[in-house]
């Protein structure tokens, strides 16, 4: 094993697309390290410059104390493992899984030895003469799990390994995953884009924004303390409420508007103190909300109109009408009109409402239509400077 470390390294494409840029990270030995972020991000070109699929434009690439840039990606002792499985479908499982093994020019009885050992450790022993295309979506992937481990690389490179797979699938692989992890120790790098597959996987996750690191750390850290508001938009299912609001100064001390909703500023958030008669962005998690049973709860509270709900069973998801200019992170409207526009942006010039989700217990009394009187804990806030985007402490 070896960790892999990333100084300055940089993809520029023939065409001058800027596919990475600078991107600095370090990842220990025996580390699981997610890379997450939206599509063309460059979490993918910078796992493929680490395993020397893509040659890196800038910087060094380090495998242990080894610089690789030059390095072909045969000779740098690491395995991959692909959405797409990658299994050659005329073989055997037992003959992908030990495919590598033999290119290496091992004898056969060890191969075999090895292949099944790792097999049962899979779970997929009873397999190992049947073909791919017999095989389910998660059979598949422990197969190319297995093609990878049977090989005991430094690493492990995996790119979006789970995302062909249905939802049980999915939940039932990332523990999978992360239980083999905990066995073998092996460092491990993961790109996805899903942020549930980060928060639950990783020792540590990275959120790429445009070829670019905003913010790496402990997956709780990140969702409870993001950096900017493309971290808090994007850490989080549902997602972050995210509305414009004021920061005025009240009977008690500053509030923060929000239409015609008031909450109080915890005194401790001195940061604020800056902003007062300003602009601000107000993030609140959907499940910070509390049902008020008997509508009290001065600089606390909003009183909003339930648009609909979602039963889910152990939650229930209410949707209501804030009225507050909505706002979201220039590259994401960027993403959805396929223009290239920067900075924070209503999402229309005459839209000043904000749909907001609250996460609330299923025996809530909530249904379309009506209104409903919500408590927010004010040290639960989040604020975010509108025009550098950036958190205010």
Do not use: C
């Not at 995302?163 to 790098?189: C, F, P, W």
């Not at 049973?293 to 152990?314: C, D, F, H, K, Y």
């Amino acid at each position: 094993m070896a960790s892999i470390t990333l100084d300055g390294v940089s993809k520029v494409f023939p065409d001058g697309t800027k596919a990475v840029w600078d991107m600095h990270l370090h990842v220990d030995d025996g580390e699981f390290v997610i890379l997450v972020g939206p599509s063309g991000s460059g979490k993918s070109t910078a796992l493929r410059m680490i395993a020397g699929l893509e040659d890196a434009t800038g910087g060094e690439i380090r495998i242990g104390d080894r610089v690789v840039n030059d390095v072909e990606p045969k000779d740098r002792d690491l395995a991959m493992v692909f959405q797409s499985y990658a299994l050659y479908p005329h073989m055997t499982v037992e003959r992908n899984m030990g495919f590598a093994l033999k290119m290496q020019g091992l004898p056969s009885a060890q191969i075999a030895e090895r292949v099944h050992e790792v097999a049962g450790l899979l779970g997929v022993s009873d397999l190992l003469h049947r073909r791919p295309r017999a095989l389910s979506g998660g059979q598949r992937q422990r197969v190319a799990l297995g093609r990878a481990i049977v090989r005991k690389p430094q690493a492990f490179l995996m790119d979006e390994p789970l995302s062909n797979l249905d939802a049980k699938l999915r939940v039932e692989m990332r523990t999978y995953i992360g239980r083999l992890h905990q066995e073998l120790g092996t460092t491990t790098v993961y790109v996805t884009h899903d942020q549930v597959e980060a928060m639950t996987m990783g020792d540590r996750v990275a959120v790429m924004r445009a070829g670019r690191i905003v913010q790496a750390g402990a997956p709780q850290n990140l969702y409870d303390h993001p950096s900017d508001l493309f971290v808090a938009g994007f850490m989080g299912s549902p997602a972050m409420n995210l509305a414009r609001g004021r920061i005025e100064r009240g009977a008690d001390g500053l509030e923060a508007v929000l239409g015609h909703q008031r909450l109080r500023v915890p005194p401790q958030r001195t940061g604020l103190a800056a902003y007062e008669d300003r602009d601000v962005v107000v993030g609140i998690r959907p499940e910070v909300f509390e049902v008020s049973m008997n509508g009290a709860g001065a600089g606390r509270q909003l009183v909003l109109p339930v648009l609909l709900t979602e039963a889910l069973g152990s939650d229930l998801l209410v949707h209501l009408d804030l009225d507050a200019p909505p706002v979201i992170t220039g590259d994401m409207l960027a993403i959805a009109r396929e223009l290239p526009t920067h900075g924070l942006q209503t999402t229309s010039e005459a839209d000043t409402h904000t749909r907001i989700t609250a996460r609330i217990p299923p025996g809530a009394n909530a249904r379309a239509g009506d209104t409903l009187s919500l408590l927010v804990d004010p040290n639960r806030l989040h604020f975010f400077d509108p025009e550098t985007e950036l958190a205010i402490a």
